[in-house]
């Protein structure tokens, strides 16, 4: 059983589209956090959300945590082919988990 | 910060075969470390981790082990390959009691023919 489902897997969209993709999980967390990856790099951390409800934005992207804190959402607003990549959310306590990701594809 | 030094970045080996990634930290002491394995375009999975020298947990069955034999240093083995076990290996490290900021490795590329 995947403790972080992400969805959706695959998402191809036009520039300038906006998008949203999504975390979930049947367990409550205190604090998720949001990462991008390129091919054959390690991810980039993009966002920490701690408190329930907690909005976040950094440029075009929007992060949400669930007021109950099992969710979290990631919004992208007028998307560029520069966010393309790998959407990984991942939890933590002794161990570090992620999800599986959302592949993301922004056609110019 | 942390740095990560992970090595070797690329290989290719033969089922069969041994291996031995390592990965040493610079930076901190007493961390956290992780062994991820990621398939092609797909997610983290998470195979071992360790909270100090010779402490190892495994999360998945497998024929790969792990060792810590010093503070900041982390060893992925095989002793017999499979060609499931291909695919990019990354390894991670997190200060414990100081926030929980992750910093990973550049990365190895394992590919069994």
């Known amino acids: 059983t995947q403790l972080l489902e992400q969805s959706p897997q695959f998402l191809s969209i036009q520039e300038g589209e906006n998008l949203t993709v999504y975390c979930n999980s049947s367990?409550?967390?205190?604090?998720l956090q949001w990462y991008r990856q390129e091919p054959g790099e390690g991810p980039v951390l993009l966002v920490t959300?701690?408190?329930?409800?907690e909005v976040k934005k950094l440029k075009r992207l929007t992060f949400q945590f669930g007021d109950a804190r099992k969710d979290s959402s990631l919004h992208i607003t007028a998307a560029q082919p520069g966010d393309t990549g790998l959407y990984l959310c991942a939890v933590q306590d002794d161990k570090i988990i992620f999800g599986k990701g959302t592949r993301l594809h922004i056609l110019p | 910060s942390q740095t990560i030094h992970q090595w070797p970045a690329t290989l290719v080996q033969p089922v069969g075969s041994p291996l031995s990634l390592e990965c040493t930290v610079e930076?901190?002491?007493?961390?956290?470390l992780y062994w991820y394995r990621q398939a092609a375009g797909r997610g983290l999975q998470l195979l071992f981790y360790s909270v100090g020298i010779g402490q190892i947990s495994s999360e998945v069955p497998q024929n790969l082990s792990a060792s810590r034999p010093q503070d900041r240093q982390f060893i992925l083995s095989s002793k017999k390959l499979l060609l499931s076990d291909s695919g990019f290996y990354l390894c991670?490290?997190?200060?414990?009691?100081?926030?929980?900021?992750?910093?990973f490795g550049e990365g190895s590329w394992l590919t069994v023919v």
């Open positions: 930076g901190t002491s007493n961390p956290n």
């Open positions: 367990s409550v967390f205190s604090s």
């Open positions: 959300v701690v408190t329930g409800g």
């Open positions: 991670a490290s997190r200060q414990r009691f100081s926030g929980n900021t992750i910093y």
